[in-house]
């Protein structure tokens, strides 16, 4: 079982990136699959979701209307669209796949963004 990240990297304030996330090893069309972040001295925090179809998807109130999250099941993929990035975002950046209905779950190794001037 794989989660990739890819996409992460040094960008200004105000600007974007796009995180991917591909998944290998297991059925991911039926995972849940959300993004988490953890920045230097802090504890790793959710960041947003999507549903096994991508119908429904949530978002932490600090990325809220910047952040949006898709997914490709074709693909195998997962994707973090960043907007409007603040200096707080700087944070790996790690993908997450939650088995529906058991406890099965995969991380990803993570990927490093840093919003810098």
């Known amino acids: 079982v794989q989660l990739v990240e890819s996409g992460g990297g040094l960008v200004q304030p105000g600007g974007s990136l796009r995180l991917s996330c591909v998944g290998s090893?297991?059925?991911?069309?039926?995972?849940?699959m959300k993004w988490y972040r953890q920045a230097p001295g802090k504890e790793r925090e959710w960041v947003g979701g999507?549903?096994?179809?991508?119908?429904?998807?949530n978002y932490a109130e600090a990325v809220k209307g910047r952040f949006t999250i898709s997914r490709d099941n074709v693909r195998k993929t997962v994707y973090l669209q960043m907007n409007s990035l603040k200096l707080e975002d700087t944070a790996v950046y790690y993908c997450?796949?939650?088995?529906?209905?058991?406890?099965?779950?995969?991380w990803g190794q993570g990927t490093q963004v840093t919003v810098s001037s």
């Open positions: 997450k796949a939650e088995g529906m209905g058991t406890d099965t779950e995969y």
């Open positions: 999507v549903t096994i179809d991508g119908g429904r998807k």
């Open positions: 090893g297991f059925t991911f069309r039926y995972y849940v």
